[in-house]
């Protein structure tokens, strides 16, 4: 299964094409089923004691390639063992499959993360906690529900050189840097062990980031400005020793990740966002004023339209109509007219990808004569990738768009 499952993503990462990986998959059966997991997350996701259910004419390809894309599959999995969807035996068997492991999952992340700062506090290194392995365990109804590929931390620039030392000790090595991030994984063999269920043995990796910044459409960068003091609380439940992100930054570090990525857009990462707004308004640590001055004072609103507008599309009620209006009159025109257009179901472009979104974050002839001048000779983290590289990166870039596998337009 392995070897299948490894040459199956070896042929998708030169395509970006589903077909790729689910060959009995076609993309309209693979619409319709992210279709029918979002309108019963709209359902689920926005009342607690909300009904739904799966259809059992639904295709069950597309079905397990869509739980399986989607994140949502534990969660799923939570709700039809709790009564609250209802699905066909095979079908909630699946779910149940995407539970358990989802639960075996978060409790060997845990262990990883907790030896992980143990080093780091060896070195004297106090990270922050960033993404699912917080909000996993403070906003999810459990952590096994919130599906995780790897760990994320944040570390201060001058705690670098400590906490490499530390990575190391604990068995880590590094594999890449971009801007701002090193990635570190463990030994042993980095490839899926499946392609319709995240297995509680999957490989993981580690995230270490020394900013919060994102550099849209490869060279416009979105800032969030210094994690002061108050930027930090304690994580409980949770990890030992674990700190996370406080509001309001909390919420603009997720809604800042879902933008970036908003053709490539989980499911799960809007209902995340949305129990995590939900949540924090409701105990009075999140303002949507105070959220706003955040974003504005970095230049950061005129990127999160996508998160929010998907958020609210998908879970409707939990953006507030001001603040709404406000980021929305922030976002370039370019990025209004792409997202109005997609539904939170076709936000996970899988069997194409689209052109034009690759041009609305950049303003004016500079930035865009950048970003052609990035794409032509290709880099790989922050340096420019040697001559053959860079020529079989750009050939297969050009083959996709021969082939229709990149579109100019959604």
């Known amino acids: 299964m392995t070897s299948d499952v490894a040459d199956r993503i070896r042929r998708f990462r ?27 997350t709209t359902v689920l996701a926005g009342a607690p004691s909300g009904r739904a259910a799966l259809p059992s004419g639904a295709d069950r390809p597309a079905l397990r390639a ?21 699905a066909p035996p095979d079908v909630a068997a699946l779910l149940a499959r995407h539970l358990e492991h989802g639960r075996h999952r978060a409790q060997r992340l845990r262990a990883r993360l907790e030896a992980v700062l143990g080093a780091l506090r060896a070195e004297r290194v106090t990270p922050t906690i960033l993404k699912g392995m917080h909000t996993a365990w403070v906003y999810f109804p459990e952590p096994g529900t919130r599906t995780m590929a790897d760990l994320d931390l944040l570390i201060d620039e001058a705690d670098l050189p400590a906490a490499r030392r530390a990575l190391a000790a604990a068995g880590l090595s590094p ?27 999957d490989p993981w990796e580690l995230d270490l980031h020394r900013s919060l910044d994102r550099w849209f459409a490869d060279i416009v960068p979105a800032r969030l400005g210094v994690v002061g003091p ?42 995340e966002l949305a129990w995590v707004m939900q949540r924090d308004l409701k105990s009075g640590t999140l303002q949507w004023g105070v959220l706003l001055d955040r974003l504005r004072a970095t230049g950061a609103s005129a990127f999160v339209y996508p998160a929010f507008e998907l958020t609210e599309k998908l879970v409707p009620g939990t953006v507030d109509a001001e603040f709404r209006a406000a980021i929305r009159a922030d976002a370039p025109a370019a990025v209004r007219r792409a997202v109005d257009r997609v539904e939170p179901a076709g ?31 290709p880099h790989v983290g922050d340096v ?27």
Request: aromatic share 10%; proline share 5%; glycine share 8%.
């Open 66 to 86: 869509a739980t399986f894309i989607s994140g949502m599959g534990p969660l799923l999995g939570f709700w039809a063992e709790h009564g609250r969807l209802d």
């Open 175 to 201: 594999v890449s840097t971009v801007r701002g991030r090193s990635t570190w994984r463990p030994p042993g063999d980095h490839v899926l062990l499946s392609l319709e269920v995240t297995q509680a043995d």
């Open 347 to 377: 936000a996970m472009r899988m069997f194409d990808r689209s052109l034009d979104t690759r041009f609305i974050w950049l303003n004016g002839w500079r930035s865009r004569l950048a970003w052609v001048g990035w794409r032509l000779w």
């Open 384 to 410: 420019p990738a040697s001559l053959s590289r860079a020529a079989g990166i750009t050939a297969n870039r050009f083959w996709r768009v021969i082939t229709g596998r990149m579109r100019w337009a959604r």
């Open 230 to 271: 108050g930027d930090a609380v304690s994580l409980e439940p949770g990890p030992v020793g674990a700190r996370g992100l406080a509001q309001p930054l909390l919420t603009a570090l997720l809604a800042l990740h879902v933008s970036d990525h908003f053709e490539t857009t989980a499911l799960v990462r809007l209902v």
């Open 14 to 40: 030169r395509s970006w094409h589903a077909g790729d990986l689910w060959p009995d998959v076609a993309e309209p059966a693979f619409l319709a089923a992210m279709t029918e997991i979002a309108r019963v």
